[in-house]
């Protein structure tokens, strides 16, 4: 049998988060030897296709393409996947926004569970996937024969993107269902990386007070370093930022190389979004905030001294 | 215009959870429960739109074991108008749920359905996703606004790097993001109140649904633990331990 990825994309470029869930295919090709395929849903999505096939151990590229396909409607979406679906024996989904609205219907169709977020394989039927806000890690197994999953893009290195030389072959499209309609897409406008691509990420919480301190305080930080900006959920329902750039249980998963927490008291919903990360630093002026438990370096001081001086200091 | 609620009694939101030491599962022996926050929000928003005069009853349903009456309850005192519990004391995966929820939804003919986007114990993030799949309609999942009207619900929704507005022909599934809404407090005499709403239970097996879990948890363990590090005097060895020792500069 064959794995089978749901490509992410906008239609012109394929979301990195592809990557990772395709190195989750590869983990389970290891028990069952089969071929990777992907599957690009859209409309005038011929880039994304053409970038598909680079990707190292993907064998072939299914295009469908469409109108009613343009704006990933999970209803519309679902109906063109269910029609490969018994040619597959597991099919994967990045778990993001886009994933984690789909898979569940592909699943419910097929009469089968869901494995959601996983982030390693133990074997073909065997997962490892975090509950409770990453508090406990479950290991489940599926009596399925489909085994629909998502993936957690931070349990899995990115596939490499150069090599590659699959075919791609344009499949049918299921109709329209014609019971939703996309109207508008409002997307933040960020100069700097992605929140859960980024390899740096300047996070910042209720400590700083307003969203002008988060802004006056956190943007040289993060154009020193490169890197994006995140907040905590207090950040955000404080309205210091806006929703998207929540970093928590609830909002994105993040692992960055440096993690740099500013202000944050390290709730445990935040805590989950961002534990994974390589190295975290943690500046607060509280010696007892959860956050030191998880943080490589911590400086307990006032943020407002403390954050210029670390741009002044930096290279 | 008639509004289901579907609701889980969880893990309260401010218990930390701990894994019981023969790696079954967690313990939730002498636990705080409480309703699942984003359920919360979803009732918040099916009671607000009562309250406007768009949907003219709110009913809440919740499956599992008896004990989620005091869940129900909880939604009845926030101005839901009643409750249906799904009696159960199976381990009720998101399938099955969603196959329950099918079928109060085929018995009640709601015109909107809202679920919270994702409960904070198992952290499926699947049910309502099914329960549109099954019952054949379109959905709205992570909405941070919704407007109802003409037969149709607008709904903004959070996604990666922004939000997007989608409108659905009604009937429909939409489940809760944070930003929908604040919930309200219950009071003492809406929980007076509440007592005297009514509430039935039904068994699966009245509504046909095979419950039988099909994801079998071979072990639940703690997360590997990532030890705290260092509290570092000042900014400039900060900057030469991420220089030197870490080596992220």
Same mark, same amino acid.
């Given at each position: *049998?064959?794995?089978?990825?749901?490509?992410?994309?906008?239609?012109?470029?394929?979301?990195?988060?592809?990557?990772?869930?395709?190195?989750?295919?590869?983990?389970?090709?290891?028990?069952?030897?089969?071929?990777?395929?992907?599957?690009?849903?859209?409309?005038?999505?011929?880039?994304?296709?053409?970038?598909?096939?680079?990707?190292?151990?993907?064998?072939?590229?299914?295009?469908?393409?469409?109108?009613?396909?343009?704006?990933?409607?999970?209803?519309?979406?679902?109906?063109?996947?269910?029609?490969?679906?018994?040619?597959?024996?597991?099919?994967?989904?990045?778990?993001?926004?886009?994933?984690?609205? @789909?898979?569940?219907?592909?699943?419910?169709?097929?009469?089968?569970?869901?494995?959601?977020?996983?982030?390693? @394989?133990?074997?073909?039927?065997?997962?490892? +996937?975090?509950?409770?806000?990453?508090?406990?890690?479950?290991?489940?197994?599926?009596?399925?024969?489909?085994?629909?999953?998502? @993936?957690?893009?931070?349990?899995?290195?990115?596939?490499?993107?150069?090599?590659?030389?699959?075919?791609?072959?344009?499949?049918?499209?299921?109709?329209?269902?014609?019971?939703?309609?996309?109207?508008?897409?409002?997307?933040?406008?960020?100069?700097?990386?992605?929140?859960?691509?980024?390899?740096?990420?300047?996070?910042?919480?209720?400590?700083?007070?307003?969203?002008?301190?988060? +802004?006056?305080?956190?943007?040289?930080?993060?154009?020193?370093?490169?890197?994006?900006?995140?907040?905590?959920?207090?950040?955000?329902?404080?309205?210091?930022?806006?929703?998207?750039?929540?970093?928590?249980?609830?909002?994105?998963?993040?692992?960055?190389?440096?993690?740099?927490?500013?202000?944050?008291?390290?709730?445990?919903?935040?805590?989950?979004? *961002?534990?994974?990360?390589?190295?975290?630093?943690?500046?607060?002026?509280?010696?007892?905030?959860?956050?030191?438990?998880?943080?490589?370096?911590?400086?307990?001081?006032?943020?407002?001294?403390?954050?210029?001086?670390?741009?002044?200091?930096?290279? | 215009?008639?509004?289901?609620?579907?609701?889980?009694?969880?893990?309260?939101?401010?218990?930390?959870?701990?894994?019981?030491?023969?790696?079954?599962?967690?313990?939730?022996?002498?636990?705080?429960?409480?309703?699942?926050?984003?359920? !919360?929000?979803?009732?918040?928003?099916?009671?607000?739109?009562? !309250? $406007?005069?768009?949907?003219?009853?709110?009913?809440?349903?919740?499956?599992?074991?008896? &004990?989620?009456?005091?869940?129900?309850?909880?939604?009845?005192?926030?101005?839901?108008?009643?409750?249906?519990?799904?009696?159960?004391?199976? !381990?009720?995966?998101?399938?099955?749920?969603?196959?329950?929820?099918?079928?109060?939804?085929?018995?009640?003919?709601?015109?909107?359905?809202? =679920?919270?986007?994702?409960?904070?114990?198992?952290?499926?993030?699947?049910?309502? &996703?099914? =329960?549109?799949?099954?019952?054949?309609?379109? &959905? $709205?999942?992570?909405?941070?606004?919704?407007?109802?009207?003409?037969?149709?619900?607008?709904?903004?929704?959070?996604?990666?790097?922004? $939000? !997007?507005?989608?409108?659905?022909? =009604?009937?429909?599934?939409?489940?809760?993001?944070?930003? =929908?809404?604040?919930?309200?407090?219950?009071?003492?005499?809406?929980?007076?109140?509440?007592?005297?709403?009514?509430?039935?239970?039904?068994?699966?097996?009245?509504?046909?649904?095979?419950?039988?879990?099909?994801?079998?948890?071979?072990?639940?363990?703690?997360?590997?633990?990532?030890?705290?590090?260092?509290?570092?005097?000042?900014?400039?060895?900060?900057?030469?331990?991420?220089?030197?020792?870490?080596?992220?500069?």
């Amino acid at each position: *049998m064959t794995i089978l990825v749901l490509t992410e994309h906008d239609n012109a470029t394929l979301n990195g988060a592809t990557l990772n869930t395709v190195t989750a295919a590869a983990a389970i090709s290891i028990f069952t030897g089969s071929e990777i395929h992907l599957l690009v849903v859209g409309h005038n999505a011929q880039a994304v296709a053409e970038a598909a096939t680079k990707i190292a151990g993907v064998s072939r590229v299914l295009l469908a393409d469409a109108p009613h396909l343009s704006d990933g409607l999970a209803e519309n979406v679902e109906g063109t996947v269910l029609n490969l679906a018994k040619n597959y024996s597991h099919i994967l989904f990045p778990a993001t926004a886009y994933g984690k609205n @789909v898979a569940p219907r592909i699943a419910a169709k097929l009469d089968v569970a869901q494995i959601s977020d996983i982030t390693a @394989v133990d074997d073909s039927n065997t997962f490892a +996937r975090p509950i409770y806000a990453g508090n406990a890690i479950a290991t489940v197994q599926s009596t399925d024969t489909i085994k629909v999953i998502t @993936v957690r893009s931070t349990g899995f290195d990115a596939a490499a993107f150069d090599a590659g030389g699959a075919t791609i072959d344009r499949i049918d499209v299921a109709p329209d269902a014609k019971t939703s309609q996309f109207l508008s897409r409002e997307v933040t406008k960020l100069n700097r990386p992605e929140l859960t691509g980024a390899s740096v990420i300047v996070s910042g919480g209720r400590g700083l007070g307003s969203g002008e301190n988060y +802004r006056k305080v956190l943007e040289p930080l993060a154009d020193k370093l490169g890197g994006a900006l995140g907040a905590s959920r207090a950040a955000v329902d404080a309205g210091f930022v806006p929703n998207d750039y929540q970093v928590g249980q609830t909002g994105k998963i993040v692992a960055p190389r440096l993690y740099v927490a500013v202000g944050i008291s390290g709730a445990i919903q935040h805590l989950a979004g *961002m534990k994974d990360s390589k190295v975290i630093v943690a500046v607060n002026k509280d010696p007892e905030a959860p956050i030191f438990s998880v943080a490589d370096y911590g400086v307990v001081n006032d943020l407002f001294t403390t954050v210029p001086e670390l741009v002044s200091l930096l290279p | 215009m008639r509004v289901i609620v579907a609701v889980k009694r969880v893990i309260d939101y401010n218990v930390k959870a701990r894994v019981k030491s023969d790696g079954t599962g967690i313990d939730l022996a002498n636990v705080k429960m409480s309703m699942n926050p984003f359920d !919360e929000i979803a009732v918040e928003e099916a009671v607000r739109l009562k !309250e $406007a005069g768009v949907a003219t009853e709110v009913v809440v349903v919740s499956a599992g074991v008896a &004990q989620c009456q005091e869940t129900l309850r909880t939604a009845l005192a926030m101005g839901a108008d009643r409750a249906i519990l799904i009696e159960s004391n199976e !381990e009720l995966q998101p399938l099955a749920v969603a196959k329950l929820l099918k079928a109060v939804v085929e018995r009640e003919q709601p015109q909107l359905i809202l =679920l919270g986007k994702q409960a904070i114990d198992d952290d499926s993030n699947q049910t309502g &996703q099914m =329960l549109a799949a099954l019952a054949g309609l379109p &959905q $709205a999942t992570f909405a941070s606004k919704l407007v109802v009207s003409d037969g149709r619900a607008i709904v903004s929704r959070e996604v990666d790097g922004g $939000a !997007e507005t989608l409108s659905l022909t =009604l009937p429909a599934v939409v489940t809760t993001d944070l930003r =929908l809404n604040e919930p309200r407090y219950v009071t003492l005499p809406n929980i007076m109140k509440a007592k005297k709403k009514p509430m039935d239970t039904v068994k699966p097996e009245v509504l046909n649904v095979d419950v039988t879990p099909r994801l079998k948890t071979l072990k639940v363990q703690e997360p590997a633990k990532r030890s705290a590090g260092v509290i570092v005097p000042d900014v400039k060895t900060l900057v030469e331990k991420l220089k030197g020792e870490a080596k992220v500069l």
